[in-house]
């Protein structure tokens, strides 16, 4: 039986419009429309051909309708610069994710959730602060930013989409929060990320406030929570070079420019201090290409579910068929969390062509 | 010296991290919170430039550090008090002031004798022989804000800052001013509290994977069952 609301999900995921599509199939607009309106569906060559464009096996179109992230409870990094096309690839991705994830709690049982809600607190600063006290790392680096959110009942899945506006997002999906997180950034910009997304999960749950400034709140949060004040004040000096930003940022594990930023936040470097720093920075081209970069961190739970599965026999061919979706679909919200590194040029992750990838890879 | 030498058997210079701290707590004070007051003059004194006029930089430096003493001090009951000039912090019952000054290169040197880099007006002359009273009056003790509550006197001490590019340090130490020489330069003290230096930049401070480097957040390992 065809489900429309399917070919409507898979033609977003592959950044389709209609008209774009009904070029690609040979067939009128007005033919789109009717599929995914489920006026009429469509023949069976054209079927063949829906498959073939939009790259999902014949059995994925007359599943049962997905749950989608909707645009109002998911939370974009830079949905001002966003097109609208890459926010519902984005989206639709989160939707093929919710999927794979029934389907692996169905066999697994994963963390339970462990997020308060902070959204009363003053400052995100606060926020961040009381997150730390309340899992008890007090003021430590966070050793695996993926890790820490898997331990907290967070699902983890990655973005594989090639947009620099698309960072990372996350949703609710019921009681149970999801970050999505692009694999093809360095590994400091992705615990960034993550400590972003985490962010909005603790403070922008009830939904407000949107935009910018729930943005720029999570741009606190994500900061303090990866620096915390008192760390950053036990190791860092008011007046660093540049040469011993590149050594302190270890402790912490994140970007330069976001050490520098924080630096100036917790008030050790003057405005002065802060803006040379910043040129710098931008000067040896640190922005782009993360100096020492740190290795890409990997998800446990992922691993742990794959490896499991592969004792029962079921590998990633098995497991893509179960789930009526290629396998190459399964490997974008996967693999990036698995694997050290995409295969494939443009997928390398940036600036550490040197570091041998981690060789694990579950078949 | 043109002031009434201070008798010099009874000069304390304290360095040990525990007789300092000690030594501020009878005064209500926290090392920590002075090491700021002299982080805080050396952060302004590092944004002056070139286009800065050459004298600005000291004084930034100073002013700025008068009004941390103060930020910090202020909501623990302490006052900002400006005198004929001088601006001072003084504890709530009026017993200790201090006044923020810059130091020559021997600041912070227990072995080696201070003086304020710039001469001193008469308010300071007027603090400096009060200093002294009060030394001739209770002659075998280490003054305590209570004693001199008790006599409605107060003792004026100096926190004295160093900014040393060849070290790279700031040092600084809270001193009791008890002489002036004569350009008017205090030059004596009957008490010195050696604060821990600022270094300046990384250069001093390693960070090295088995050194200084904080411990992390604990490794996890997560548990995952399987469904039956």
Partial sequence: MFNPTRLRLARKRRGHTKSSLAVKLGVDLRAVYAYESGEYPPAEDTLRKIQLVLDFPEAFFSGDDLEEPSPDTASFRAMTKMLSGQRDMALETGAIAFHINNWLESKFELPPTDLPDLSNEPTPEVAADSLRRYWGIGEMPIRNMIHLLEAKGVRVYSLAIDAREVDAFSAWKGSTPFVFLNTNKSSEHSRYDAAHELGHLILHRQGSPQGREAERQANLFAGAFLMPRASVLAHARPFPTLSRLIELKKIWITSLAALNYRLHEVGLTSDWVYRGLCIEIAKRGYRTKEPNGAPREVSQALLLMLAALRQDGIGRHKMAEALSISSTELDQLLFGLVMTAIEGGRHKPTGKSSEPPALIRVK | ?228
């Fill in chain 2, 1 to 228: 010296m043109s002031s009434s030498a201070a008798p010099s058997p009874r000069k304390r210079i304290l360095t040990d991290p525990i007789d300092v701290r000690g030594r501020l707590h009878d005064l209500g004070l926290e090392e920590d919170d002075l090491r700021s007051v002299a982080n805080r003059g050396l952060a302004a004194r590092l944004s002056c430039t070139e286009n800065h006029p050459l004298q600005s930089a000291g004084y930034y430096a100073w002013s700025e550090a008068v009004c941390a003493m103060r930020e910090i001090h202020i909501p623990r009951g302490w006052e900002r008090s400006d005198e004929s000039n001088l601006p001072f912090t003084v504890n709530a019952d009026r017993s200790v002031a201090i006044a923020i000054a810059t130091g020559d290169e021997n600041t912070g040197c227990p072995d080696r004798e201070p003086c304020t880099k710039s001469s001193k007006g008469p308010k300071t002359r007027s603090v400096v022989d009060a200093n002294v009273g009060q030394i001739l009056m209770f002659p075998d003790l280490v003054l305590k804000p209570e004693h001199l509550a008790q006599i409605n006197a107060r003792m004026t001490w100096l926190l004295l800052m160093h900014f040393d590019p060849i070290a790279r340090e700031v040092r600084s130490e809270l001193s009791r001013p008890v002489s002036m020489d004569q350009d008017q330069r205090v030059d004596g003290w009957d008490e010195r509290i050696i604060l821990r230096s600022i270094p300046l930049d990384g250069d001093l401070v390693r960070v090295s994977p088995t050194g200084n480097t904080p411990p992390q957040s604990p490794e996890i390992v997560l548990e995952i069952k399987r469904r039956a």
